[in-house]
């Protein structure tokens, strides 16, 4: 039984940027899920953090997943993730840094346009098996607080909009400049996976947290936008990326 435990959220982009790199290097590892809200206690004792991921490796607690990302680096340097080339491996770092930016706007957007839809709640609620009714009282209390904890208000989320619109053409520009497979270089890096896992909610790749919806209930308007983003070259790439490295 492994002592490596990654406590998340299953529907966090941010706990499956962790997750990504854990399956990548072959390190085993326990989920605990914690509960939206009252995480908080937990995380601040853990990590003095509010948020998720949390990896515990033995007697190793770290919080946030650029940390968890260089710890795991440092510390299992088999299957890198970060070149040897200083040039490349800084390139790599710029970009992972860029796409956890991209990442808050990704969620924004997404919550602005679907928050309301009982799937959303039910996806972030569910896994932790609570009793029907508890599930029933939370999922208005929690829907709200997610409202307010990530600013999902029509102007925010308008600008978030083209946030992520800037997250996408970074892709194509990088993909442009390089060999149309991964972002820097010849290989799979932390770039790679940290602009794949942060934009995957929009693309929603079978089998992940995020495939929960029957798009043809979605509003035409919204149907066009995943369309769209599905099909142009960015949303490929997320897509090829699941398919191929995930
Ligand atoms: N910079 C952090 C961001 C993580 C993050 O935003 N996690 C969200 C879930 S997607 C969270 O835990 N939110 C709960 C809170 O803020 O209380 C990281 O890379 O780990």
């Given at each position: 039984?492994?002592?490596?435990?990654?406590?998340?959220?299953?529907?966090?982009?941010?706990?499956e940027?962790?997750?990504?790199?854990?399956?990548?290097?072959?390190?085993?590892?326990?989920?605990?899920?914690?509960?939206?809200?009252?995480?908080?206690?937990?995380?601040?004792?853990?990590?003095?953090?509010?948020?998720?991921?949390?990896?515990?490796?033995?007697?190793?607690?770290?919080?946030?997943?650029?940390?968890?990302?260089?710890?795991?680096?440092?510390?299992?340097?088999?299957?890198?993730?970060?070149?040897?080339?200083?040039?490349?491996?800084a390139?790599?770092?710029?970009?992972?840094?860029q796409?956890?930016?991209?990442?808050?706007h990704?969620?924004?957007?997404?919550?602005?346009?679907?928050?309301?839809r009982?799937?959303?709640?039910?996806?972030?609620?569910?896994?932790?098996?609570?009793?029907?009714?508890?599930?029933?009282?939370?999922?208005?209390?929690?829907?709200?607080?997610?409202?307010?904890?990530?600013?999902?208000?029509?102007?925010?989320?308008?600008?978030?909009?083209?946030?992520?619109?800037?997250?996408?053409?970074?892709v194509?520009?990088?993909?442009?400049?390089?060999?149309?497979?991964y972002?820097?270089?010849?290989?799979?890096?932390?770039a790679?996976?940290?602009?794949?896992?942060?934009?995957?909610?929009?693309?929603?790749?079978?089998?992940?947290?995020?495939?929960?919806?029957?798009?043809?209930?979605?509003?035409?308007?919204?149907?066009?936008?995943?369309?769209?983003?599905?099909?142009?070259?960015?949303?490929?790439?997320?897509?090829?990326?699941?398919?191929?490295?995930?």
């Open positions: 039984m492994t002592d490596r435990i990654l406590y998340q959220f299953p529907i966090s982009h941010y706990c940027k962790t997750r990504w790199q854990l399956d990548h290097k072959g390190l085993g590892f326990r989920i605990h899920n914690l509960l939206p809200g009252p995480h908080r206690i937990r995380t601040r004792l853990m990590a003095r953090i509010d948020t998720l991921p949390i990896l515990r490796d033995g007697k190793r607690t770290v919080g946030d997943s650029t940390r968890i990302a260089y710890y795991l680096e440092k510390t299992y340097p088999e299957r890198p993730l970060l070149p040897e080339d200083r040039e490349l491996r390139r790599v770092i710029e970009l992972e840094q796409f956890d930016r991209i990442g808050v990704v969620r924004r957007w997404l919550y602005g346009q679907i928050i309301d009982p799937e959303v709640m039910d996806a972030m609620l569910t896994p932790y098996g609570l009793p029907a009714m508890v599930q029933k009282v939370m999922t208005p209390v929690t829907r709200e607080a997610v409202r307010r904890l990530y600013r999902i208000q029509p102007k925010a989320v308008m600008r978030s909009e083209q946030r992520v619109e800037e997250g996408l053409a970074l194509e520009s990088c993909l442009q400049k390089g060999n149309g497979h972002l820097v270089g010849d290989t799979f890096t932390l790679d996976i940290a602009a794949a896992s942060l934009l995957a909610p929009l693309l929603s790749p079978v089998g992940t947290p995020w495939d929960i919806f029957d798009e043809s209930t979605l509003s035409p308007a919204l149907q066009a936008q995943l369309h769209k983003l599905n099909t142009r070259p960015a949303g490929q790439w997320v897509l090829a990326r699941y398919g191929q490295d995930r």
